[in-house]
């Protein structure tokens, strides 16, 4: 079945950085849009950016210009670079697989910015 299993997060202070990485299983991963998404407590979740298979990216303009994503097609596996983390970034990030005829969604990884 689809497997989405994310890593890498943890408590970073304002201005740092953090890597998340989503490990993929049960689909075929190359042909799939991934995306990350975020909640934060007592808000509703949002698109933080969006990868297609041919690597076209999308992101959220909150995001624009701090965060990477990117792909490894051999890997199965989706990362979410986050660079000069402000505390607004503090949230549950989630990975989504947004196939053809199924969505799937991760457990989610805390990412805490906070000095």
């Known amino acids: 079945q689809v497997q989405l299993v994310e890593s890498g997060g943890g408590l970073v202070q304002p201005g740092g950085s953090l890597s998340l990485a989503c490990a993929a299983s049960g689909f075929t991963f190359s042909r799939t849009i991934m995306a990350w998404y975020r909640q934060a407590p007592g808000q509703a979740r949002e698109l933080v950016a969006r990868i297609t298979p041919s690597d076209t990216t999308t992101y959220a303009d909150f995001v624009r210009g701090r965060f990477t994503i990117s792909r490894d097609n051999d890997k199965n596996t989706q990362y979410l670079q986050m660079n000069s983390l402000k505390s607004e970034d503090t949230a549950v990030y989630y990975c989504?697989?947004?196939?053809?005829?199924?969505?799937?969604w991760g457990q989610g990884t805390q990412v805490t910015v906070s000095s």
């Open positions: 989504k697989a947004e196939g053809l005829w199924f969505v799937s």
